[in-house]
């Protein structure tokens, strides 16, 4: 059985920090493409950022452009965890936040992913 745990989230304050992690178990995440969504009340769930199985290489980490410079997704083979840091964060940073993993060596910029985590939610006050 897959799971994907995230944890981390809470309420920090316009420009703070936050690291989430999702914690996964039943799958090897280095052979998976792992990626970050989030979602707000009556929106879609979007990928922000994309983190390629080590099969494909030495890939970079992908964003939506208005995480550039402020995120950084990252991968702990050893604990076989998906992390985001979350730096500088701002109002509209707020939303639920979602792991998830697809069986590809090269993540899609959709939400067709294969297994998905509970959501932990982040919530910046300004």
């Known amino acids: 059985r897959v799971t994907l745990v995230e944890s981390g989230g809470g309420s920090v304050q316009s420009g703070g920090s936050l690291r989430l992690s999702c914690e996964v178990s039943?799958?090897?995440?280095?052979?998976?493409?792992m990626a970050w969504f989030r979602q707000v009340p009556g929106g879609e769930r979007d990928p922000i950022a994309l983190l390629d199985s080590e099969g494909h290489g030495d890939d970079p980490p992908r964003y939506i452009d208005s995480l550039k410079g402020r995120f950084t997704v990252s991968r702990d083979n050893a604990k076989n965890t998906l992390y985001l840091q979350m730096n500088n964060v701002k109002p509209e940073d707020t939303a639920m936040y979602y792991c998830?993993?697809?069986?590809?060596?090269?993540?899609?910029?959709?939400?067709?992913?294969?297994?998905w985590g509970q959501g932990t939610q982040v919530t910046v006050s300004s």
């Open positions: 998830a993993a697809i069986d590809r060596y090269y993540c899609p910029w959709h939400s067709g992913y294969d297994y």
């Open positions: 039943g799958i090897i995440s280095r052979d998976y493409c």
